[in-house]
Nanobody, 128 residues
Framework: QVQLVESGGGLVQAGGSLRLSCGAS????????MGWFRQAPGKEREFVGA????????DYGDSMKGRFRVARGNGQNTVHLQIDTLTPEDTADYYC?????????????????????WGLGTRVTVSS
């Protein structure tokens, strides 16, 4: 059974940092393109960043460059999302996503429709 499981969300103060983690299991292919979306209350879902697990640099949404960092974990098909200098506007549900598409690995995938697999999400709340 395919699963994406997020961890690391919670309540943090503005200015702090947070690291989210996502582990993938049950996939047929070992080489995944994995990343994160987020959805703030009352707003549309937006692409944060993603990375091909076997190599290459991460891809980021335009407004996500700088404070957000996607990195591979030590475990097979594990990715992390580091968020620095958190602001209340970062309050959102953060979703781990994965795609087995070679095109995603090669060109990047920035739209939610390009991802077949989604985690249940982890909530990040930033207090001012």
């Amino acid at each position: 059974q395919v699963q994406l499981v997020e961890s690391g969300g919670g309540l943090v103060q503005a200015g702090g940092s947070l690291r989210l983690s996502c582990g993938a299991s049950g996939f047929r292919f070992k080489d995944l393109y994995m990343g994160w979306f987020r959805q703030a209350p009352g707003k549309e879902r937006e692409f944060v960043g993603a990375i091909n697990w076997s190599g290459g640099d991460p891809d980021y949404g335009d407004s996500m460059k700088g404070r957000f960092r996607v990195a591979r974990g030590n475990g097979q098909n594990t990715v992390h999302l580091q968020i620095d200098t958190l602001t209340p506007e970062d309050t959102a549900d953060y979703y781990c996503v994965a795609s087995e598409s070679y095109d995603c690995a090669r060109y990047g995938c920035y739209d939610a429709s390009e991802y077949n697999y989604w985690g249940l999400g982890t909530r990040v709340t930033v207090s001012s």
